[in-house]
């Protein structure tokens, strides 16, 4: 069974064990396995330290174990007109997916967005991940294709949006 709940500081160390296994698995082929190999817990434990003191994170518990995460809050690059909010990050263990864990997440980041008074929302998925069907069957339309690097290697970010979160496909 999944328990959902906020994610407190102490939690940062087992979010970034989701965060960085999950960039491995999810962006393998994608991203460059250099930039793969260099991430660390130890780095990811600290941002994460930080992310959690300043923002709301609400993680993913099967028998006591964190095995996905998600954020969100407001829109942060002030370039899409009529959407407030922002999912930040939703990252769930590869052998945990496919079972509506991600689905429960993105719900309680709509909720959040909804108590702050945000009715929409973006998230930026890279294009050649599989997640961008997830959005799409979720009722996100594609809104932008940003090019971004990483590692030296041009990628692109698809941002897709929700006009309506209260009307997602959960």
């Not at 899409?80 to 496919?98: D, K, M, T």
């Not at 979720?138 to 990628?155: F, M, N, P, R, S």
């Amino acid at each position: 069974m999944v328990k959902l709940r906020k994610a407190q500081t102490n939690d940062a160390l087992d979010i970034a064990r989701v965060h960085v296994k999950s960039w491995k698995t999810t962006y393998k082929n994608i991203v460059p396995e250099a930039y793969l190999e260099k991430m660390n817990y130890d780095d990811r434990k600290n941002m994460w330290k930080d992310i959690i003191s300043n923002q709301t994170v609400f993680v993913a518990e099967v028998n006591g174990k964190i095995v996905g995460f998600a954020n969100g809050g407001e829109e942060r690059t002030g370039e899409y007109s009529g959407y407030q909010g922002e999912l930040y990050a939703i990252y769930i263990l590869e052998s945990f997916q496919q079972r509506g864990i991600g689905k429960q997440l993105l719900d309680l980041v709509a909720a959040h967005l909804s108590q702050m008074n945000i009715t929409s929302m973006t998230v930026s998925v890279l294009e050649d991940n599989i997640s961008c069907t997830f959005y799409e069957r979720l009722g996100a339309w594609h809104i932008d294709t940003v090019e971004i690097e990483i590692a030296g290697k041009t990628l692109n970010e698809l941002v897709y949006g929700w006009k309506d979160i209260s009307q997602m496909n959960l």
